[in-house]
């Protein structure tokens, strides 16, 4: 058993997830073990933000849709599990998306980039925090001021 699936395994116990009803009825999510990714683009990116989630500053995220739809992914939707990683890919968090939004980039406002606990929490930090982020991370496009984001909400359901 490798180590994400044994997390998995505690996870479920320790949260109880079998029991709890999803979003859709019945909930099916002791049977399917949801994906694990790490934020960011390096591993010192994903260990600085799982540190702000497992410090519950950051209670939000955000991605280009532009990467989504390069990778072929689906977005993220209310009820959506993840196994966050960190920069060694050690499996350190179960989080649940609570909301999703996809606002063009220069419409992302304050509440957002305070939720995303990174820096001094400021509108003007995360857009150039990010702007340089989605400048080398846009899906093989070049940034834009109008480019649609996908801001998640997420909550620390189990972690070690």
């Known amino acids: 058993m490798d180590d994400i699936e044994a997390f998995w395994q505690r996870a479920q116990q320790h949260a109880d997830l079998a029991s709890v009803s999803s979003y859709t009825g019945e909930n099916p999510l002791a049977l399917l073990r949801p994906p694990a990714w790490g934020f960011g683009a390096t591993p010192a990116q994903a260990d600085e933000l799982l540190d702000l989630v497992l410090a519950g500053t950051k209670t939000a995220t955000a991605s280009s849709q532009w990467e989504y739809e ?28 609570t909301r999703v939004r996809v606002l063009p980039f220069d419409e992302v406002d304050e509440e957002h980039a305070r939720a995303e606990g990174e820096g001094d929490r400021t509108l003007r930090h995360w857009r150039e925090v990010h702007e340089q982020f989605f400048t080398e991370h846009a899906g093989g496009r070049d ?11 997420l909550r620390v359901v189990y972690a070690e």
């Open 70 to 97: 390069a990778e072929g992914e689906e977005l993220p939707s209310a009820g959506t599990l993840g196994i966050v990683v960190d920069g060694s890919g050690t499996p350190r968090a179960l989080v649940v998306t």
């Open 143 to 153: 940034f834009a001021p109008d480019m649609p984001v996908v801001l998640e909400e």
